[in-house]
């Protein structure tokens, strides 16, 4: 996390001080932007939810869907459509493609 200094205490710094202090501040979000990039990049490793309790409900979601899909009911779709959104991978995905999308649209880049 970035921290800055109250524009009082930059008032009575010297130019090279100045200097310093917007070099630090640059590498400071530089290293916060590395640690975001690691950090998208461990949510989006895995398909399956975390914890145990999760992952028994997607996996309860996922066969109540194949039985469904077995007797020819399309609710089954309910359940992979459910289940889907319990992947951290899958949301993630949609999100970053929904956000790609809104900039393409004249949204906030």
């Known amino acids: 996390m970035v921290t800055r200094?109250?524009?009082?205490?930059m008032q009575k710094m010297s130019p090279e001080e100045l200097i310093a202090e917007i070099n630090r501040v640059d590498a400071e979000i530089e290293q916060d932007e590395k640690i975001l990039d690691a950090m998208s990049g461990y949510i989006m490793s895995s398909w399956t939810p975390y914890g145990t309790g999760r992952k028994f409900i997607m996996f309860l979601l996922i066969i109540f869907g194949i039985i469904s899909l077995a007797n020819g009911s399309y609710f089954s779709l309910l359940f992979f459509f459910i289940a889907a959104w319990m992947s951290p991978r899958i949301v993630a995905e949609c999100a970053y493609a929904?956000?790609?999308l809104t900039s393409i649209f004249g949204g906030s880049k």
């Not at 200094?5 to 205490?9: A, H, I, M």
């Open 5 to 9: 200094k109250t524009p009082e205490e």
């Open 98 to 100: 929904l956000g790609r």
